[in-house]
Each structure stands twice: as C-alpha cells, then as structure tokens.
C-alpha cells in the first residue's frame, strides 16, 4: 500500500464523511487506486456531491465542462494535488 500525504489523508476523510462511505475508512483509500469503477466504485452521484463539499471546504469549483474533470477524479493523488493547485 502506498503511503498518503497529509493532504490526501484529508481528502480521504472528506471522501468518506462527504459519501457516508461506512465500510471504508480514510486510510483504505489508496492513493493511486481508481476512485470510480472497479477502484473505490464512486457513481456520478457520488461525483456529485463530492464536488459539492470541495467546494465547500476548499472554495475549489469542480465542473462537469471542465475538459480534465475525469483525470481530476482519477484517483485520490490526482484529486488531492488539483485541490492543492487550485488553492495555492
């Protein structure tokens, strides 16, 4: 298992609290693991409202037009690193 940075771990938590994910806690969530499909098995929904408490916590806005959405929510290192960027 890969190691998460304090940012992912943070992420991760938001992941889990946001989704109600009560089979999965922060640090199962591994960093470079699919977070929809066959990885973490997220949905649109989950998408959703995933990107809703982003941007509420991080004022970070995560759109359905933005050409790089699915490479943002390919894994936990890549959302987390977009969040870092964005808030920079």
């Not at 693991?33 to 995560?62: C, H, M, N, R, W």
């Amino acid at each position: 298992m890969q190691e998460q940075s304090e940012h992912e771990q943070e992420v991760a938590e938001l992941i889990v609290e946001s989704l109600n994910l009560e089979d999965i806690s922060a640090t199962d969530i591994e960093p470079e693991e699919p977070l929809f499909g066959d990885g973490l098995g997220l949905d649109s929904i989950d998408a959703l409202e995933l990107a809703l408490a982003i941007t509420q916590k991080y004022s970070v806005q995560l759109t359905a037009d933005d050409a790089n959405i699915q490479g943002v929510f390919g894994s936990l290192r890549s959302l987390s690193a977009y969040i870092s960027e964005k808030t920079a």
